[in-house]
């Protein structure tokens, strides 16, 4: 069965940091690699970054410098630090596999928003 619980969202001001966290079933985190969607108010889902089994990652370059993603393999746990927070980075955060579909399933994320 497929879980997905994202967490660690909040109310942060500007040039702030949070560190989201995302429980990911067993099965899916093995088999594949990770990522971090975020989906702002009237716009569509946009990945964030991923890792890779490997470690290896990707940043989208509205985040690059700024967020950090990992895994920790013992606890199936996805985690996105993210520093230096913009308003522009508003947005329920979504983790799942990479190349997710709409149809797949969603977990019901965590609401990041920045504003002072």
């Known amino acids: 069965q497929v879980q997905l619980v994202e967490s660690g969202g909040g109310l942060v001001q500007p040039g702030g940091s949070l560190r989201l966290s995302c429980a990911a079933s067993?099965?899916?985190?093995?088999?594949?690699?990770m990522g971090w969607y975020r989906q702002a108010p009237g716009k569509q889902r946009e990945l964030v970054a991923t890792i890779a089994n490997s470690g290896s990652t990707f940043y989208a370059d509205s985040v690059k410098g700024r967020f950090t993603i990992s895994r920790d393999s013992r606890n199936n746990v996805v985690s996105l630090q993210m520093n230096n927070l913009k308003p522009e980075d508003t947005a329920t955060y979504y983790c799942?596999?990479?190349?997710?579909?709409?149809?797949?399933?969603w977990g019901k994320g965590t609401l990041v928003t920045v504003s002072s």
């Open positions: 799942n596999r990479i190349s997710a579909q709409d149809t797949d399933y």
């Open positions: 067993g099965t899916m985190f093995r088999i594949y690699a």
